[in-house]
Protein backbone atom coordinates (compact mmCIF):
# COMPACT_ATOMS: atom_id res chain seq x y z
CA UNK A 1 0.00 0.00 0.00
CA UNK A 2 1.16 3.57 -0.38
CA UNK A 3 3.52 4.48 2.23
CA UNK A 4 4.06 8.26 3.46
CA UNK A 5 7.46 8.66 5.85
CA UNK A 6 7.41 11.99 7.85
CA UNK A 7 11.04 12.95 9.41
CA UNK A 8 11.71 14.02 12.32
CA UNK A 9 8.94 12.47 14.93
CA UNK A 10 9.67 14.96 17.08
CA UNK A 11 11.91 17.69 17.57
CA UNK A 12 12.72 20.60 20.36
CA UNK A 13 14.25 23.53 19.04
CA UNK A 14 15.60 26.94 20.40
CA UNK A 15 13.26 30.00 19.92
CA UNK A 16 14.31 32.00 16.93
CA UNK A 17 15.58 28.70 15.25
CA UNK A 18 14.39 26.79 11.97
CA UNK A 19 12.97 23.50 11.94
CA UNK A 20 12.70 21.23 8.62
CA UNK A 21 10.33 18.96 8.20
CA UNK A 22 10.33 16.34 5.43
CA UNK A 23 7.45 14.46 3.88
CA UNK A 24 8.34 11.21 1.28
CA UNK A 25 5.55 8.92 -0.42
CA UNK A 26 7.84 6.00 -0.60
CA UNK A 27 6.49 3.92 -2.84
CA UNK A 28 4.07 6.29 -5.39
CA UNK A 29 4.60 9.57 -6.99
CA UNK A 30 2.76 12.47 -5.37
CA UNK A 31 2.06 16.08 -7.37
CA UNK A 32 -0.12 17.35 -4.02
CA UNK A 33 1.04 17.10 -0.84
CA UNK A 34 -0.85 19.01 1.96
CA UNK A 35 0.17 19.85 5.40
CA UNK A 36 -1.56 19.86 8.84
CA UNK A 37 -1.41 21.50 11.61
CA UNK A 38 -2.93 19.79 15.13
CA UNK A 39 -3.12 21.75 18.57
CA UNK A 40 -4.33 19.32 21.56
CA UNK A 41 -7.66 18.09 21.58
CA UNK A 42 -8.32 19.38 18.28
CA UNK A 43 -8.86 18.15 14.59
CA UNK A 44 -6.57 18.81 11.85
CA UNK A 45 -6.22 22.60 10.44
CA UNK A 46 -4.98 22.05 7.14
CA UNK A 47 -1.99 25.02 6.30
CA UNK A 48 -1.46 24.47 2.80
CA UNK A 49 -1.69 22.37 -0.48
CA UNK A 50 2.14 21.91 -1.49
CA UNK A 51 2.07 21.16 -5.50
CA UNK A 52 5.50 19.67 -7.18
CA UNK A 53 7.35 22.27 -9.12
CA UNK A 54 4.91 25.14 -8.20
CA UNK A 55 4.36 27.22 -4.80
CA UNK A 56 2.47 26.32 -2.59
CA UNK A 57 -1.05 27.38 -2.02
CA UNK A 58 -1.63 28.63 1.91
CA UNK A 59 -4.76 28.61 3.67
CA UNK A 60 -6.18 31.93 5.06
CA UNK A 61 -4.67 32.75 8.16
CA UNK A 62 -0.95 30.79 7.78
CA UNK A 63 1.88 32.91 7.01
CA UNK A 64 3.89 32.35 3.76
CA UNK A 65 7.46 33.62 5.00
CA UNK A 66 6.49 31.70 8.42
CA UNK A 67 6.07 28.43 7.04
CA UNK A 68 8.27 27.90 4.23
CA UNK A 69 6.90 24.65 1.74
CA UNK A 70 8.87 23.40 -1.07
CA UNK A 71 8.10 20.30 -3.15
CA UNK A 72 10.68 20.02 -5.43
CA UNK A 73 10.66 16.05 -6.41
CA UNK A 74 7.39 13.83 -7.11
CA UNK A 75 8.49 12.13 -3.76
CA UNK A 76 9.33 14.94 -1.36
CA UNK A 77 7.60 18.05 0.28
CA UNK A 78 9.33 19.67 3.28
CA UNK A 79 8.11 22.47 5.52
CA UNK A 80 10.05 24.91 7.35
CA UNK A 81 9.50 26.74 10.46
CA UNK A 82 11.44 30.16 10.68
CA UNK A 83 12.06 31.26 13.22
CA UNK A 84 10.00 29.81 15.36
CA UNK A 85 8.17 30.44 18.70
CA UNK A 86 7.00 28.74 21.58
CA UNK A 87 3.07 29.48 20.16
CA UNK A 88 4.62 27.38 16.74
CA UNK A 89 4.67 24.61 19.45
CA UNK A 90 2.66 21.69 17.37
CA UNK A 91 1.77 18.37 15.34
CA UNK A 92 2.81 18.90 12.13
CA UNK A 93 1.32 16.26 9.83
CA UNK A 94 1.54 15.86 6.05
CA UNK A 95 -0.44 14.13 3.57
CA UNK A 96 0.16 12.98 0.17
CA UNK A 97 -2.55 12.19 -2.46
CA UNK A 98 -2.29 9.23 -4.89
CA UNK A 99 -4.37 9.74 -7.81
CA UNK A 100 -4.06 7.30 -10.58
CA UNK A 101 -6.50 5.68 -13.36
CA UNK A 102 -7.41 2.79 -10.40
CA UNK A 103 -6.82 4.51 -6.93
CA UNK A 104 -7.38 7.85 -5.46
CA UNK A 105 -6.88 8.62 -1.86
CA UNK A 106 -4.48 10.27 1.00
CA UNK A 107 -1.44 8.92 3.02
CA UNK A 108 -0.66 10.64 6.47
CA UNK A 109 2.48 10.41 7.56
CA UNK A 110 3.35 10.16 11.22
CA UNK A 111 3.71 13.11 11.87
CA UNK A 112 6.13 15.26 14.01
CA UNK A 113 5.82 16.89 16.93
CA UNK A 114 7.65 20.57 17.27
CA UNK A 115 8.39 21.71 21.27
CA UNK A 116 9.75 25.29 20.81
CA UNK A 117 11.57 26.43 23.64
CA UNK B 1 -16.44 28.54 3.92
CA UNK B 2 -15.99 24.84 4.25
CA UNK B 3 -17.07 23.33 7.18
CA UNK B 4 -17.42 19.86 8.72
CA UNK B 5 -19.29 19.47 12.15
CA UNK B 6 -19.08 16.45 14.30
CA UNK B 7 -20.65 14.90 17.38
CA UNK B 8 -20.46 13.95 19.68
CA UNK B 9 -17.49 15.70 20.46
CA UNK B 10 -16.81 13.29 23.21
CA UNK B 11 -18.31 9.11 24.07
CA UNK B 12 -17.80 6.99 26.92
CA UNK B 13 -19.06 3.11 26.31
CA UNK B 14 -19.00 -0.07 28.11
CA UNK B 15 -17.36 -2.66 26.01
CA UNK B 16 -19.83 -4.45 23.97
CA UNK B 17 -21.91 -1.18 23.16
CA UNK B 18 -22.32 -0.54 19.81
CA UNK B 19 -21.81 3.37 19.02
CA UNK B 20 -23.21 5.57 16.23
CA UNK B 21 -20.58 8.53 15.35
CA UNK B 22 -22.43 11.79 13.26
CA UNK B 23 -21.04 14.14 10.87
CA UNK B 24 -22.55 17.00 8.86
CA UNK B 25 -20.65 18.92 6.12
CA UNK B 26 -21.12 21.61 3.99
CA UNK B 27 -18.20 21.15 1.55
CA UNK B 28 -18.06 23.13 -1.67
CA UNK B 29 -17.78 20.56 -4.89
CA UNK B 30 -17.98 17.76 -2.72
CA UNK B 31 -16.34 14.67 -3.57
CA UNK B 32 -16.24 12.28 -0.97
CA UNK B 33 -16.74 11.79 2.40
CA UNK B 34 -13.93 10.11 4.85
CA UNK B 35 -13.17 8.71 7.58
CA UNK B 36 -10.27 8.04 9.67
CA UNK B 37 -9.17 6.87 13.17
CA UNK B 38 -6.33 8.58 15.07
CA UNK B 39 -4.75 6.93 17.61
CA UNK B 40 -1.63 8.11 19.16
CA UNK B 41 0.24 9.53 15.77
CA UNK B 42 -1.12 9.97 12.07
CA UNK B 43 -5.10 9.26 11.11
CA UNK B 44 -5.35 5.37 9.63
CA UNK B 45 -7.94 5.42 7.09
CA UNK B 46 -11.48 4.11 7.31
CA UNK B 47 -13.81 4.54 4.59
CA UNK B 48 -14.37 6.89 1.11
CA UNK B 49 -18.57 7.39 0.70
CA UNK B 50 -19.24 9.32 -2.62
CA UNK B 51 -22.89 7.79 -2.94
CA UNK B 52 -25.61 8.24 -0.91
CA UNK B 53 -27.02 5.14 0.48
CA UNK B 54 -24.73 2.73 0.05
CA UNK B 55 -23.40 1.10 3.03
CA UNK B 56 -19.39 0.26 3.22
CA UNK B 57 -18.45 -2.20 6.03
CA UNK B 58 -15.15 -3.08 7.49
CA UNK B 59 -15.60 -6.09 10.24
CA UNK B 60 -17.39 -4.27 13.14
CA UNK B 61 -17.33 -0.77 11.44
CA UNK B 62 -20.13 0.40 8.71
CA UNK B 63 -20.24 3.92 7.26
CA UNK B 64 -23.07 5.19 5.28
CA UNK B 65 -23.50 8.80 3.69
CA UNK B 66 -26.55 11.36 2.92
CA UNK B 67 -26.17 13.15 0.13
CA UNK B 68 -29.07 14.97 0.17
CA UNK B 69 -28.88 16.00 3.68
CA UNK B 70 -24.93 16.32 4.02
CA UNK B 71 -24.64 13.56 6.69
CA UNK B 72 -22.95 10.69 7.51
CA UNK B 73 -22.70 8.24 10.12
CA UNK B 74 -19.86 5.96 10.94
CA UNK B 75 -21.12 2.93 13.52
CA UNK B 76 -18.88 0.77 15.40
CA UNK B 77 -20.40 -2.58 17.03
CA UNK B 78 -19.69 -4.86 19.56
CA UNK B 79 -16.85 -2.19 20.83
CA UNK B 80 -13.53 -3.07 22.11
CA UNK B 81 -11.20 -1.14 24.02
CA UNK B 82 -9.19 -0.82 21.38
CA UNK B 83 -11.65 1.39 19.65
CA UNK B 84 -10.79 3.99 21.89
CA UNK B 85 -9.79 6.95 19.52
CA UNK B 86 -10.59 10.11 17.61
CA UNK B 87 -12.80 9.38 14.83
CA UNK B 88 -12.68 12.18 12.55
CA UNK B 89 -14.45 13.09 9.56
CA UNK B 90 -13.32 14.83 5.99
CA UNK B 91 -14.92 16.53 3.29
CA UNK B 92 -13.10 16.05 0.05
CA UNK B 93 -13.85 19.50 -2.02
CA UNK B 94 -13.10 18.41 -5.75
CA UNK B 95 -11.57 21.69 -6.57
CA UNK B 96 -7.86 21.33 -5.15
CA UNK B 97 -8.45 17.92 -3.47
CA UNK B 98 -8.77 19.51 -0.06
CA UNK B 99 -9.81 18.02 2.72
CA UNK B 100 -11.49 19.35 5.56
CA UNK B 101 -11.56 17.96 8.95
CA UNK B 102 -14.26 17.46 11.19
CA UNK B 103 -13.92 18.72 15.16
CA UNK B 104 -13.67 14.72 16.01
CA UNK B 105 -15.58 12.69 18.24
CA UNK B 106 -13.33 11.07 21.43
CA UNK B 107 -14.10 7.56 21.76
CA UNK B 108 -13.47 6.06 25.06
CA UNK B 109 -14.10 2.12 25.53
CA UNK B 110 -14.20 0.94 28.92
CA UNK B 111 -14.49 -2.34 30.95
Known amino acids: GAVVSQHPSRVICKSGTSVKIECRSLDFQATTMFWYRQFPKQSLMLMATSNEGSKATYEQGVEKDKFLINHASLTLSTLTVTSAHPEDSSFYIC?????????????FGSGTRLTVV | EDKVVQSPLSLVVHEGDTVTLNCSYEVTNFRSLLWYKQEKKAPTFLFMLTSSGIEKKSGRLSSILDKKELFSILNITATQTGDSAIYLCAGNTGTASKLTFGTGTRLQVTL
Open chain 1, 95 to 107: SALLRTVFNYGYT
